[in-house]
């Protein structure tokens, strides 16, 4: 009995990894709330993955960004306007300035 409740302690335990409820999304940043509200401007520089077929947003895999202690990755960024995102290719490396938004990062500025 004592064997049986040390094992169903252990697995209950371990029950966020087994259900998958421990992963991250790929582009979630545990160092920043996610409901974070900024007007404060950040700048990045990075190479476009792909655009959104609405073109409301971007995938860019971006250098390291110090200010939010981010390492360099691959992460979708919305834009503020879709109009910003027609003169981009996939492959086109960029330099953009986003706010981050009600947990959104959201790119205000972005040129070739």
């Known amino acids: 009995m ?3 409740s040390l094992l169903i302690a252990s697995l209950l ?3 966020p990894f087994l259900f998958g409820m ?3 999304p790929h582009d979630a940043h545990t ?6 509200v900024s007007s404060q401007m950040y700048k990045g520089t990075g190479k476009i ?5 609405d073109h409301g947003s971007l995938r860019i895999f971006h250098d390291p960004i110090p ?3 981010w390492p360099a990755m691959n992460m979708r960024f919305e834009v503020a306007d879709h109009d910003l995102t027609y003169p981009l290719e996939v ?3 960029v330099r953009f300035e986003f706010i981050r938004k ?3 990062d959201i790119i205000t500025k972005i040129s070739k």
């Open 13 to 15: 335990s371990f029950s």
């Open 31 to 36: 160092d920043a709330p996610s409901a974070e």
């Open 22 to 24: 421990g992963d991250e």
């Open 102 to 104: 009600e947990g959104k």
């Open 2 to 4: 004592k064997t049986t």
């Open 91 to 93: 492959g086109d490396t």
């Open 49 to 53: 993955k792909s655009i959104a077929e």
């Open 67 to 69: 200010e939010l202690k």
